[in-house]
């Protein structure tokens, strides 16, 4: 069973420690990603606060969509 905070986005969840966010960016770059566009919507402040809190040397960007 697990336990997955209901007010929380899945991307700033934590995993072992870390916004899930992290590791999935960790992995783009990486993969030889340097350019990454996260498309936001409900509670689109906590996931940029988690991309601006991300270290790496990726470019981020967060998108806000106006509708789902």
């Known amino acids: 069973r697990s336990v997955l905070p209901v007010d929380v986005p899945k991307p700033v969840a934590d995993v ?28 689109a402040d906590a996931v940029e606060s988690a991309v601006t809190g991300w270290t790496g040397a990726a470019r981020v ?3 806000r969509e106006s509708a789902p």
Do not use: I, M, N, Y
Not at 18 to 35: C, I, K, V
């Open 16 to 43: 072992a420690g870390r916004p899930f966010l992290h590791w999935l960016l960790d992995r783009l770059e990486r993969g030889g990603l340097t350019d990454v566009l996260v498309s936001v919507g409900w509670q």
């Open 61 to 63: 960007k967060c998108l």
